[in-house]
């Protein structure tokens, strides 16, 4: 390589000021100064400006060429041996990282001391053969002093359509860290840094890694104001100028971005648990499916627009587990108190077609891990908070997490058995070398092997979730169910949202067109590394990380076999967020979704039990059910009962100690209600 080569620098326009910066430095404004030392109370400890933080980069010690070298030839190992979406990848968005890993690792490889980029170009190029995978589970993670930095403005910027247009507003200002008090929530923004907003916002989705339209533009829209520095650099500029729409006035104001230091690792540190949930085939670390990042600003956003949240969890967390006590406030607002107001939250919500129940679930990836204690909520709140009239499930903003948790909550919304999404390894030497090392992999070793002899791409489709786990409690909640979704769902809510309509519980109510199209579960090279025996993985250097999807699912059903991955889940209704929504609690998208409901059957299936001496009498009381049928280990233990509403006393032989009873309720000839419960 002559030295006369000039290292790419694509869109990070903030690697060509580096050099310049400590003199900028010296000029900072008074408001910058201001930033920099934060606001008291406001809860995210050490706060600097991005220019102190660029200092911190500054300083920083470089990369050695064996160091470079090392993270090269490991992305190489993760993408060409390990990578399972890389012929999609290649197919669908005409890429060749591979080749751009070859030409990095030869130019670094005769790179002199004199023509060496800096670090920051090297990284540069590094995160951008990652990004145009266009896959948020397979990333590079920056080093030190990146990696659990949050870059903020104190502001949140939504999308709302008005007259089929779409607009932006601010949705939320932390009050507390924006000195403009004429910034408040609901001013429309016209320009940003003298762009107009629309154009802004594509510019910035232009950069991000999401696998479709709807995708790459939700995280255009949420990076303008919010960034995980995990796998991207400080914005480019010090501050933004915000143009805005004020009583019809147009106003001006300048934000400053500012850095605050937030979360430790998500992955490689759950334990199996017990309970409702354990025997997986596969360790629980080995279950996750998670836009990290996602995770990342999703409890940033709390911490900066939701400090009651945060006070919520607090009480909550005196409770030790237990139900807590409503307040006054809660009782008012219809909301029910939760144990895990962390990962799911809960209200009763009137609609213009009538009252239904309604469940947030905010997160798969529980940050103590407790799954159990996650499903048991979830139980809880199905079984005796809600509504039979229907039932709201909204899982927007949800990156995923453990994929175990999202489809062991499919079988209690259906009388239908689950099958829950397969897993398939890309056939190389590597995936196979890998299987044969790790136990919990053997499985997919056979259709590995066979693969050398029959030239198939893949292996054979295995779940992570066991078929006797997910289907072990049944059906809890029987009236209407509508799933809403958008672009932001990923990973084990993109497999949640493709279970819940391969298994038509309901509709899917989109926002966006598709969920965000995350179709794996992710494995981290720390975690590989640490089990893969004698492989090619070998330590990252400098506190680097990277990930990458290693096991693609598919979809079960009229779907079977197509690919989650950039295609996600298509909704089967839409609704345009309005200005109302996003200032009075999403107010036209509940009564959108309580019409879908209202032309579903709210339906009541409950039994009480008694014995008299050798007899079991079942007092079932049910809603819209026409007739019951009683198994006991699946054999028939009674002709079918002709029920009409209200309770119906069954008798049966009482069965013996351990034996599973069913009960099947029919309307019009179809399944619409399943119970099941162990003989003690």
């Given amino acids: 390589m002559g030295g006369g080569y000039r290292w790419p620098l694509r869109h990070h326009s903030f690697l060509r000021g580096v050099s310049d910066m400590a003199r900028r430095q010296s000029r900072g404004s008074k408001n910058s100064a201001k930033a920099a030392t934060g606001s008291r109370g406001h809860g995210l400890g050490a706060i600097q400006s991005v220019r102190s933080f660029r200092d911190t980069i500054n300083a920083q010690a470089g990369l050695s060429k064996a160091q470079r070298l090392r993270l090269i030839r490991q992305a190489t190992v993760l993408i060409g041996d390990l990578y399972t979406h890389l012929p999609l990848k290649q197919a669908m968005h005409s890429i060749n990282p591979l080749q751009r890993l070859r030409l990095l690792e030869q130019r670094t490889a005769e790179s002199s001391p004199a023509t060496q980029p800096s670090i920051l170009e090297f990284h540069a190029e590094l995160l951008e053969i990652f990004k145009e995978l266009r896959d948020l589970h397979t990333n590079y993670s920056l080093p030190a ?56 916002v594509w510019r910035n989705a232009d950069k991000e890694a999401g696998s479709n339209l709807s995708a790459r533009l939700a995280r255009g829209v949420e990076t303008l104001t919010l960034r995980s520095m995990r796998s991207s650099f ?33 992955l490689d540190n759950a334990a199996n648990p017990a309970g409702l949930i354990q025997d997986l085939i596969v360790p629980l670390r080995y279950n996750v499916a998670v836009d990290e990042r996602r995770e990342y600003l999703r409890r940033a956003q709390k911490l900066l627009f939701n400090r009651d949240a945060v006070k919520e969890q607090r009480r909550v967390a005196g409770y030790k587990g237990q139900v807590p006590k409503a307040t006054a406030a ?46 048991n909520e979830f139980i809880r709140l199905l079984q005796f908070e809600m509504p039979v009239e229907g039932l709201i499930l909204d899982v927007r903003g949800n990156g995923g997490g453990f994929i175990i948790a999202a489809e062991f909550l499919l079988q209690m ?25 790790v136990s919990a992999m053997a499985p997919w070793v056979p259709s590995l092997k066979q693969a050398v002899q029959t030239g198939a791409l893949y292996s054979a489709g295995i779940p992570l979730s066991p078929e006797e786990v997910v289907n072990s409690i049944g059906q809890l909640y029987f009236g209407p169910v509508v799933l809403v979704t958008d672009a932001y769902c990923y990973s084990a809510c993109d497999m949640f949202a493709a279970g819940f309509q391969d298994h038509e519980i309901g509709p899917v109510l989109g926002v966006d067109e598709v969920t965000g199209a995350g179709g794996a579960n992710v494995l981290t090279h720390a975690g590989l590394l640490s089990d893969w025996s004698g492989g090619p993985l070998e330590q990252l250097p400098a506190g680097a990380g990277m990930r990458v999807s290693l096991r693609r699912t ?40 309580g019409e879908l409901l209202a032309q579903g059957t709210p ?29 006991v280990d699946g054999r028939p233990a009674k002709d079918s009962t002709a029920v009409s509403g209200g309770t119906t006393n069954i008798d049966i032989a009482m069965p013996p100690s351990g034996s599973l009873l069913q009960i099947d309720g029919f309307d019009g000839g179809e399944l619409v209600a399943s119970r099941r419960h162990d003989i003690p």
Wanted: with cysteine; net charge negative; proline share 6%.
């Fill in 234 to 266: 400080p914005p480019d500029e010090d501050w933004v100028t915000v143009t805005y729409l004020k009583n019809g006035n147009v106003e001006e104001t300048r934000l400053d971005w500012r850095v605050f230091d937030t979360f430790g690792d998500l």
């Fill in 554 to 593: 598919l979809r079960v059903g009229a779907r079977a076999g197509e690919p989650i991955e950039d295609l996600g889940v298509a909704r089967d209704a839409s609704h345009k967020m309005t200005r109302d929504d996003l200032l009075n609690g999403n107010v036209d998208l509940l009564n959108t979704a």
């Fill in 145 to 200: 002093p990146f990696g659990r930095q949050i870059a903020f403005l104190g502001i949140l910027v939504e999308q709302y359509h008005e007259n089929d247009q779409p607009k932006w507003m601010v949705s939320k200002v932390a009050r507390h860290l924006v000195a403009d008090p004429k910034l408040t929530q609901g001013v429309e923004i016209t320009h940003w840094n003298g762009m107009p907003i629309d154009k802004a």
């Fill in 330 to 375: 809660l009782t008012a607002a219809q909301i029910i108190p939760t144990t895990r107001p962390d990962d799911i939250t809960a209200r009763i919500v009137n609609t213009s077609s009538g009252t239904f129940g309604y469940l947030r679930l905010w997160t798969f990836h529980m940050e103590d891990s407790d799954i159990n204690g996650f499903l």
């Fill in 603 to 631: 339906r009541r299936f409950d039994p009480a039990f008694s014995v008299n001496g050798s007899t079991l009498s079942i007092a079932m009381t049910t809603l819209n059910v026409q007739s019951i049928d009683v198994f």
């Fill in 413 to 437: 919304l259906t009388p239908m058995h689950i099958t829950p999404e397969p897993t398939q390894f890309i056939a190389t030497s590597g995936t196979l070398d890998l299987c044969r090392k």
